[in-house]
């Protein structure tokens, strides 16, 4: 068994490793100022970016939730992995050789790294498999429904053997035991023993949102088989089909370009998307859409801005209007747009493709109807509008559609259009919107409305359906946007962010001057004060990693938020100046401070005591001159 990374290869290892990229592969991130970035936190679901990411220093803040640290810390949070894990993973990314204090090698058993490996092991049995003279099934399969062979390696499909044990087989001489292959659910236990959990299917890889394979979707081909048409991997420790989507991982940087996302029902249908050009297309494994689901797309998406666009595309048939219904359910989870793309004919997809090509399959998603539109088609349908009481019924059942309808500017239009499908006046229309929405605020928060919060950002405020109570005030946690926002906190907080975001461009001379100022605020004073013992240890700037251990355990999340809230907008060529102004303002400060404190002593002091008096007038033209060097004159 491996031992102890050596702390010089951890140290090399995060100082390589770009933290955007690690956090990107996850959240969608933006411009935040300079040399600051910020998405939606992947640690709690929220409206507006709280999340802030400062790649120089390596570090990430969320200022909704409190989730701070380092690129380990967001791995072991975000995939559940030990630290040892999260440093033999970003080794691997940048292909850097680690040792350990034993002289071992690179430990391979922990469990979730040998379920990934035993996931990717699969994939590759599985692809080599599909070229097989047992796999002709499946490849015409493919073949049947537009799919070539280069389409089969580009998502990875392949062909599970008819076999109880040759994935078994082929694992174990892997090296991987029977325990770990029942833990990844490629095998299931029977009385006899293990067994192939699939056999004789079409299998997708299903990867999240970084690439690594969790699981499989496995599709029944042969007329013996009396399993379900799509088997999928049960739970495990890396596959939770409630967070994943089949196709994010080739999708991701489409949608983060794009801000669209097409939400298609299965496999197929992501392949033929994507084939087509429509490349931002994703699918669930198994389960209907849900909240989870919504949280993991609002961060790809950046979800923030409500410029967005979420396109569902249904069958036209019974089903794909419930699954139309449930969306609406969850739509009001999203700031961006929502649509419904159903093609006139009802295929989906896949058969749209073979049918009519490529480009019906782009025209399909151009022509999208907005989802309330098409909710509002729904529901009145189900009325016979040739009654009085068809009508009645009709008007109190849509009513409410539009009175949830978060564009208050698209209310009225919508509120006409309705009139017009149920030929009511427009006041009588307009009466039945405005009384739902009012017995709907009335009536609590439903699933669709308990999205909207209020949060405070960085200093900046995003109110959601109301303010927030005093309770939450208590409960959640420290922000420095809470500090009191008078100038002398101002400086000192801008100062010490200077300090620890910059600290080779303010310099080691103006930094020790700065850890010797007085603050009035207790908390920063305790950040001032890591600051100052850092640098008296011998260190030649103020290290965040260093000044987080310094600190008292309380302080360190006050630190870390320092490190990453943004610095105002200003230029590269602005940045110095700034930087070195708001320090030097403060050192300003100091001395203003002791240049007074001078003065009151040298209006109390004989001047008989000529020896005492001569030697504060020599303190107080020496004050004159730091401050003239300060400021340039």
Request: hydrophobic share 40%; glycine share 10%; with cysteine.
């Amino acid at each position: 068994m491996a031992g102890r990374i050596r702390q010089s290869d951890v140290d090399e290892v995060k100082a390589r490793t770009n933290i955007a990229d690690i956090v990107g592969d996850h959240v969608s991130l933006k411009s935040a100022g300079v040399g600051s970035m910020k998405g939606l936190c992947p640690f709690h679901d929220e409206r507006s970016p709280s999340f802030h990411v400062r790649p120089a220093l390596g570090y990430y803040h969320c200022f909704g939730c409190g989730e701070s640290g380092d690129a380990y810390t967001f791995l072991q949070r975000m995939d559940h992995v030990s630290f040892t894990e999260a440093v033999e993973r970003l080794a691997g990314r940048l292909g850097y050789e680690l040792h350990y204090e034993d002289g071992g090698q690179a430990s391979d058993h922990g469990n979730r790294a040998r379920l990934l490996a035993a996931n990717q092991a699969a994939s590759e049995f599985f692809l080599e498999r599909l070229g097989s003279p047992e796999a002709e099934v499946g490849r015409r399969f493919l073949g049947e429904r537009g799919f070539d062979a280069e389409a089969a390696r580009r998502f990875g499909v392949g062909f599970a053997p008819k076999s109880w044990d040759a994935l078994t087989n082929h694992l174990k001489g892997r090296g991987f035991s029977t325990e770990e292959l029942t833990a990844s659910g490629l095998v299931s236990q029977g009385d006899r023993g293990v067994y192939d959990r699939f056999r004789g299917r079409l299998v997708w890889p299903i990867r999240d949102v970084t690439g690594q394979t969790v699981g499989f979707g496995a599709r029944r081909l042969l007329d013996d088989d009396k399993g379900p048409k799509y088997l999928n991997t049960p739970e495990t420790a890396v596959y939770h089909k409630a967070q994943v989507l089949y196709g994010l991982d080739l999708a991701k940087r489409d949608i983060s370009k794009s801000h669209r996302v097409v939400v298609v029902e299965g496999y197929t249908d992501v392949m033929a998307c994507h084939l087509a050009g429509v490349t931002t297309a994703i699918a669930t494994c198994g389960t209907s859409f849900g909240v989870d689901h919504i949280k993991v797309l609002r961060r790809v998406l950046g979800d923030d801005s409500g410029g967005g666009e979420v396109v569902f595309t249904f069958d036209g048939d019974a089903a794909g209007q419930q699954a139309a219904m449930r969306a609406f359910g969850e739509e009001q989870r999203f700031a961006a747009q929502t649509f419904v793309a159903v093609a006139p004919d009802g295929l989906d997809p896949c058969d749209l493709r073979l049918a009519k090509g490529d480009a019906a399959v782009r025209t399909l998603v151009e022509s999208r109807t907005p989802l309330f539109e098409f909710v509002l088609r729904h529901t009145i349908e189900r009325y016979d509008l040739e009654t009085v009481e068809g009508r009645v019924g009709a008007l109190r059942a849509a009513a409410p559609v539009i009175a949830e309808i978060r564009d208050p500017a698209l209310r009225p239009g919508y509120t006409r259009e309705l009139a017009r499908m149920l030929g009511v006046e427009l006041g009588e229309a307009t009466r039945a919107v405005r009384q739902a929405g009012s017995q709907g605020r009335g009536g609590g928060s439903s699933p669709r409305s308990e999205a909207a919060s209020s949060r405070t950002v960085a200093g900046e405020r995003t109110s959601g359906q109301g303010a927030a109570t005093a309770a939450d005030a208590a409960t959640r946690p420290f922000s420095i946007a809470d500090l009191p926002n008078d100038p002398a906190t101002r400086l000192e907080r801008d100062a010490l962010q200077a300090m620890l975001q910059y600290p080779d461009e303010v310099g080691i001379d103006l930094l020790r001057h700065a850890v010797d100022c007085r603050f009035t605020n207790p908390s920063l004073s305790v950040v001032r004060d890591g600051d100052a013992s850092v640098l008296a240890a011998g260190a030649e700037a103020v290290r965040v990693d260093l000044v987080v251990d310094e600190v008292p355990q309380p302080f360190a999340g006050v630190v870390r938020q320092l490190a990453v809230a943004p610095i105002p907008q200003r230029g590269n060529a602005e940045l110095s100046v700034y930087l070195r102004g708001v320090v030097g303002a403060l050192v300003d400060r100091e001395l203003l401070r002791q240049k007074s404190e001078l003065l009151g002593r040298l209006q109390r002091t004989d001047r008989s005591d000529t020896e005492t008096y001569a030697a504060l007038q020599r303190g107080l033209v020496e004050l004159e001159r730091e401050r003239r060097d300060l400021r340039g004159d």
